[in-house]
């Protein structure tokens, strides 16, 4: 009798056809900052923790230090999804921004948000660290000078040691000699910083100089953002509009979206207008955007929710190119400005890339990136043929379609080329598709164009002529 013999009725289920791609999730923020007073149980140091949009997780973290007061302007934004890591408040500022900055192979401070996708299934898209991202550092080490390269090395640890924290540099050789070392972190609070220079050579001497640097932060938040396709929302200087374009122009990434003043709010304990940080506020507005609309939508023109002032003013119109909001926004600089409430007014990265200059661009392609490549993890491991080939391409082009339907993309196509999946590529498992797309930029520039027609007064003259002859 044969081993699959059946008097009956059976079902098989199929496995073919294409799957719907489940659109990324953008609008996670990620936020770092301290809260002295919080409790130790619920808010461990240096771990991501969730909060789901709920106000009363947040009062466990008491009243001090910059996370209960960050939360409170990102959650009366919306009722975000936010990834919160604590870190301890160190004896000083320097101290404290070291914490902060963190370190990569513990997963210390923002490099703890790394951990939040495996351990929390949230990963997050916007990052902040309100007031840790502001500082230009002046007492920085902000480049090393190699007097003698030394011989014989084929490795060499740079390690720089003084009064300050967070400095980290790297040695680059060259046959055996140290030709150059290229500081990654600039720290801060040096006034004297000697750099040590170990490995299987000799030789080698250098020193280290100190002045202006980039914000310590900001650098170590760089690498993450990248991994994690996520924007850093710094806080810039606060002071004035040539301050806010300087820092400005310590970068050049499409990751970064940064607005000057801080905003004043109202302090309950003290009883009168405080500066706050920008960046809680900027990422709920993002979130909510995100929310409302989609991440194709540029988060320029929202109203801020608590804002009461600004740190300065600042001068604005929608047709005086020389207004200072006008020169913050030419210069990639977001801001603040009063019309009809406080509105965020910017929509440039810190990118001089002319094809991402725009945030939304950036996260858009961010989210079709993400989406296709978890949308279509069931194809792995597949065995080569027609149907898996096309099944994948048919999931990915649906995808695109509805992107295009809700207007987040202008159009976009998948193909499979022969030339670039030879048979030595296919027999070696690897399959290549191609596909594009386009995301739509924001409407940064309306112009109307304003012509003289004379012809209009015989109009007038031929009604008024009909008119007074019917009289």
């Given at each position: 009798m044969p081993a699959d013999f059946l008097h009956g009725i059976e079902t098989v289920e199929g496995n073919d056809g294409s799957r719907p791609i489940k659109r990324a999730r953008m609008s996670v923020i990620g936020i770092v900052g301290t809260a002295p007073d919080a409790d130790g149980v619920a808010w461990p140091l240096n771990t991501p923790v969730p909060v789901y949009g709920n106000r009363r997780a947040v009062a466990q973290l008491g009243t001090r230090g910059t996370l209960p007061a960050a939360l409170s302007a990102i959650l009366n934004q919306i009722g975000a999804l936010i990834v919160v890591v604590r870190v301890v408040e160190g004896a000083s500022v320097a101290g404290t921004m070291s914490a902060v900055a963190g370190y990569g192979p513990a997963r210390t401070g923002v490099h703890a948000l790394l951990r939040a996708g495996p351990d929390l299934g949230l990963t997050p898209r916007i990052l902040i660290a309100p007031s840790f991202t502001s500082i230009r550092p002046s007492d920085g080490v902000s480049g090393v000078a190699v007097s003698a390269g030394g011989q014989g090395y084929t490795w060499a640890n740079v390690a720089i040691e003084g009064d300050g924290v967070g400095a980290g540099a790297e040695a680059v050789i060259v046959d055996g000699a140290i030709q150059a070392i290229n500081v990654f972190k600039a720290g801060m609070g040096y006034t004297q910083a000697n750099v040590v220079i170990t490995g299987n050579g000799a030789g080698a001497q250098a020193a280290a100089t100190l002045g202006l640097c980039r914000n310590p932060v900001v650098s170590n938040l760089q690498g993450i953002a990248q991994r994690l396709r996520a924007i850093i929302v710094p806080d810039l200087p606060n002071t004035t509009t040539r301050a806010a374009i300087d820092y400005r122009r310590d970068w050049n990434s499409a990751r970064i979206y940064g607005a000057d003043p801080w905003p004043r709010v109202w302090d309950v304990l003290s009883g009168g207008l405080v500066s706050m940080p920008a960046s809680p506020f900027v990422a709920g507005a993002i979130a909510a955007r995100d929310n409302q609309s989609g991440a194709h939508w540029s988060p320029s023109s929202m109203e801020i929710n608590g804002v009461?002032?600004?740190?300065?003013?600042?001068?604005?119109?929608?047709?005086?190119?020389?207004?200072?909001?006008?020169?913050?926004?030419?210069?990639?600089?977001t801001t603040f400005v009063r019309e009809d409430g406080f509105r965020l007014f910017g929509n440039r990265t810190f990118s001089t890339d002319p094809a991402w200059t725009f945030l939304s661009v950036r996260r858009t392609a961010d989210l079709v990136h993400e989406s296709v490549e978890k949308g279509v993890a069931w194809a792995l491991d597949r065995p080569f043929s027609v149907r898996n080939l096309v099944e994948v391409a048919d999931s990915v082009n649906d995808f695109i379609r509805t992107l295009k339907t809700e207007e987040a993309t202008l159009g976009g196509k998948v193909w499979f080329d022969p030339a670039e999946n030879t048979k030595d590529k296919i027999l070696s498992g690897q399959w290549t598709y191609d596909f594009d797309m386009e995301p739509p930029p924001p409407a940064e520039r309306i112009t109307f164009r304003v012509h003289r027609n004379g012809d209009y007064v015989d109009d007038v003259v031929t009604a008024a002529a009909a008119r007074i002859a019917a009289l």
């Open positions: 009461k002032g600004l740190s300065r003013p600042i001068d604005h119109s929608l047709f005086d190119q020389t207004a200072e909001s006008q020169v913050l926004n030419g210069a990639d600089v």
